[in-house]
């Protein structure tokens, strides 16, 4: 029985609400229950120094939590003088992510900046934060379309991502902050909309995990992330 | 004229959305138009070394912008290393005005963080800002009363606060981008109930200004505070 | 009563010896009784990123205070990694003040740096620090004429700054330490030559303020400053 | 056809040289072909602050790369102000595979820091890095047993990891840079020495990846890390 | 023929002032021709934590420079957010030189802060900084004397320090910028009363020198540091 | 007596491995004892700001020491969030040590950088750092000469640096870490084949020194760097 009295391969209730943001280019609010992230994508016609002149585009992502998003107040990392370890650990799979839906050529010379804030957690913010990407991406990508910045659209997946968990010795999908800090074994998936993998993750800090337990958690996690699909592009096409 | 065709001494639309974060003792989003700032007053059982032992109490602020709230996105402050002036002078203006509402000694050895967090900026996000850290903080004691985590209650002001501006050599109230960016004058106000002055900053960098022309700015301000503190009390009582 | 025996719309004894520096376009060291600041004007042939190209100039301050200059000894900033909030708040109000007093336009693509630096510190060291500074800035742009760097004088306004407070309930001007950190209300006024504001930032943290109480603080500050560019001048003069 | 001519279940030459350092507790030099890191384990007889007075112990990591390890000199970290994403992604991900050895009730309330510094980067650093601290911190334990600082061996699992990858659509074992760099998938696996997960990490940022061949490295891993678990043993055994 | 006109072991002019910071419990402004230092010694009833009940005092040293005290202005190290390696080298010497001067078991168990702010440079800003120490630190330890903090002077040594180098293939004394900027060896000596070496720290950069140089140096650097003696006495007897 | 029962003028056993990094242009890692030094050159084609378009090169240095080559871990200084006063100090005087051995005119408009890592230490880091950094100079720039980079060689001096004391009032050679930490005087010599001085450093932190122990110190210096000399050629040829 979980904690949520959700079952084994139940997602939250999941809601998408697009374009909150006055000026960004796309953004959205993705809600998982109580773990609510604000999304935006930002176009910026220069590239990092890396790619310079190359003719290719980048994506990259950066993430954050309101101070008083958790139960605790956490400081301020800006008054702290530097992001953490798991904030950068973060935004980097946010990142690759992203860039796994985009063709970089076909972005051209320009950068992406996708931002996630988290205003309330309740464990999974970074799955949520994926998922809400997404659809701040292609609505900045539409919006690069509409005024003619780029005539081909770059986008070539479709990509959400979702937690699961060893709880209690059973595979069990979005775990909740009360899941996520008693669970055995802690992992995160990335998929894109032809059902492969684009990120996994997986620490068993507080215990070992078997290959089966691995397929297991697998499993439920591609059946979640079909039905994340399914209300990204729902979102999207309302617009 | 004014760009958005109000009054001189007309506010945008107000409105203060309260309790919208799960886990902070007061918290609220408040909208001046297009500007919308989430608030959150945050109780700490320690105070500031320079305190220990007292037998006082402290409120200190901080603020920071999303990313995109902005109209080009900003270098999130984090990833920069370090707070800008403008966000230390604004903390720290929005930390002596929250101050001015408490009675330190009645509130005890134990500290309140306000955080203000701009969603979406288009003028006036420090006197926004003010205006529903005020709300957050009023619900914050409210919880410590209801737990009696303190029998007294040390709020003594009731404080809000609003921008003026000369525009085109005029007076005007509450001013958004359009009106801040072109103004020959900027000033900030920040009031009590009693209609008396807790802060005022008032910069001519583009003009000089007279003394009437400053009473003239005074009085709109003061009105418009007043009408801000019907709205804070609207909030308040309905909870 | 005051501390010092002052009458309340009297100056401590002010002097101002220029041209203390030798490497310094413009220099000076401005004393307000026993608060010495050494203000130095130079003179940078670029300009900041986000005005290159444009033609017009630009004019920054910095401020710091030797760690002595106080009672007990403060921690050097550039020991502790970073400038404080108090540091940037006061740097970025002598850097607008002093813009005030130049047509960047006629200065044309160049910069000129303020530095004040506070030797003994007694109470209002930033309304000292502007009204030296400028002395040395006015000394600096003789220099760049003198070199013929420029051909027209960018100087538009003289500036100078003094405090005031509510001082056991009645108004006075330029308070030393013992009466600034007892005052109500606290107050600081940048005046032009013609007795217009440039800036005005009043703070009751300890108690709020009447628009009255305003108007006096006002008055005597307007006529502390008429004093104050009398001295200025009477500086500039002899050299 | 590997670029290194290896089977595509084939580890690189492995070779552990125990007790390099003269003061730490234990330390080795692990050398997975032209990859080098120097380990060590130091014991502090203090934990980090969150575990203060509650009896547990901690193991924690850090990673760092000589300026030179690499093929172009990178910038040495603490000139440059902070540790990197990738540094501290890293660092991370060592602490927590090696806390999963370790009893920290048993280990009582002081701290093992890991210390992982790259001497000659040839791609699989991280994983050559867990390898290598499972002997150091092996040995340190075994210091702590024989100065009888501990009565109770606290080592609970044998820990080791391998890189797997997509090379040109098939999976290979413990990918070289020259391999590494072209992969389509990159995956790094730590076990324990009963064939169970405790980490794993897979990322497809060039191409996606099915089931099937996650399962496919996850084999070879396993097979791979069956053989380090022998070389470590070789080591430890000989000592 | 020195660009000055002096004769090679002639000191430029050399005045100490003495106690010129009103909050200080010792301080002096020294000059060496146009090298002008000011020089604070202040006491702190605490001590590093290295030291924490031992019984043991500590003498340390801080060093700026005003950011117009050079030729061009230089970047203030505080905005620069740290101290560069040099004036973290001239500190650490100048601590040193003091802690030589002090018997730290008889001091007690409180620290004595040195800081010493460069006005204006013209080369030989150490040594000048360490003479004018010597009287701030002398006076400090007065103060303490005769407010009963301590009852035995722990003064054990008088320390003075001087510069010298090799220009244009002679032995010089107390460099100015010109002739540091082109010399071709250029060394610092701390010496006390009895006419031993505190240290010495000599740089052939240029070029290589002998040891019949170093001993050139080495005699009229004793010489000069014979005359600073003088001069601090002087100084040091009047008040 | 030493403690190591070496006599006075008696180095440590010396040795020095060659190009033991896979990537850098010049390497070795030096043993003076128990203090072994990886040091590397690195071949930059360009040069510091303030040396572009002038035709000169530039020879810079970096020193680290890993966490536990100490006794007692030491904090990394990656993480630590900056380099320490003494890390500065030496990597300083390596730079200024290699510089002395090479025409930077002849080298061109390109930059080597030294980077000296400490693996383990025993005493006279430093000193092993600058006559291991030499070797790795050499065989950096014998890299250049082979890929006709350069066509003319730019070394102009062979350079090697050892430490001496006063230890229990006698003048000895390469002291390790017990006398070091218990010597009154501290010394450190750097020279060049021709027996003269690049650079000297000597304090007393503990007692004073007269001319007659530097020169006895400077005797038995001058005498170890001879032997120094011969092992760092002894080394070069062979290759």
Same mark, same amino acid.
């Given at each position: 029985?979980?904690?949520?009295?959700?079952?084994?391969?139940?997602?939250?209730?999941?809601?998408?609400?697009?374009?909150?943001?006055?000026?960004?280019?796309?953004?959205?609010?993705?809600?998982?229950?109580?773990?609510?992230?604000?999304?935006?994508?930002?176009? &910026?016609?220069?590239?990092?120094?890396?790619?310079?002149?190359?003719?290719?585009?980048?994506?990259?992502?950066?993430?954050?939590?309101?101070?008083?998003?958790?139960? /605790?107040?956490?400081?301020?990392?800006?008054?702290?003088?530097?992001?953490?370890?798991?904030?950068?650990?973060?935004?980097?799979?946010?990142?690759?992510?992203?860039?796994?839906?985009?063709?970089?050529?076909?972005?051209? /010379?320009?950068?992406?900046?996708?931002?996630?804030?988290?205003?309330?957690? &309740?464990?999974?913010?970074?799955?949520?934060?994926?998922? $809400?990407?997404?659809?701040?991406?292609?609505?900045?990508?539409?919006?690069?379309?509409?005024?003619?910045?780029?005539?081909?659209?770059?986008?070539?997946?479709?990509?959400?991502?979702?937690?699961?968990?060893?709880?209690?010795?059973?595979?069990?999908?979005?775990?909740?902050?009360?899941?996520?800090?008693?669970?055995?074994?802690?992992?995160?998936?990335?998929?894109?909309?032809?059902?492969?993998?684009? /990120?996994?993750?997986?620490?068993?800090?507080?215990?070992?995990?078997?290959?089966?337990?691995?397929?297991?958690?697998?499993?439920?996690?591609? &059946? $979640?992330?079909? /039905?994340?699909?399914?209300?990204?592009?729902?979102?999207?096409?309302?617009?």
């Amino acid at each position: 029985m979980r904690p949520s009295g959700r079952k084994f391969n139940q997602l939250r209730e999941i809601s998408i609400e697009p374009s909150i943001l006055k000026h960004a280019e796309g953004s959205c609010i993705v809600k998982f229950g109580n773990t609510h992230v604000i999304c935006s994508a930002s176009i &910026d016609e220069s590239v990092p120094r890396f790619l310079k002149g190359r003719g290719n585009g980048w994506v990259t992502a950066e993430y954050g939590m309101l101070p008083r998003s958790t139960k /605790e107040r956490m400081q301020r990392e800006s008054s702290n003088g530097k992001q953490g370890g798991r904030t950068l650990e973060i935004q980097r799979l946010i990142g690759r992510s992203m860039r796994a839906a985009v063709d970089l050529k076909v972005l051209g /010379e320009r950068q992406i900046y996708i931002d996630c804030d988290v205003v309330n957690a &309740d464990g999974g913010t970074r799955t949520a934060a994926i998922t $809400g990407s997404y659809v701040a991406l292609h609505l900045a990508i539409r919006t690069m379309m509409d005024k003619k910045i780029i005539r081909t659209n770059p986008l070539i997946a479709q990509v959400a991502a979702i937690s699961c968990g060893i709880y209690k010795g059973k595979a069990v999908l979005d775990l909740d902050y009360a899941e996520d800090s008693a669970a055995e074994v802690d992992a995160n998936f990335v998929f894109n909309q032809k059902g492969n993998l684009i /990120e996994i993750q997986g620490t068993g800090e507080e215990s070992d995990f078997t290959t089966e337990q691995l397929l297991e958690m697998l499993k439920i996690a591609s &059946d $979640g992330c079909s /039905e994340l699909f399914r209300l990204q592009n729902q979102v999207l096409l309302q617009l």
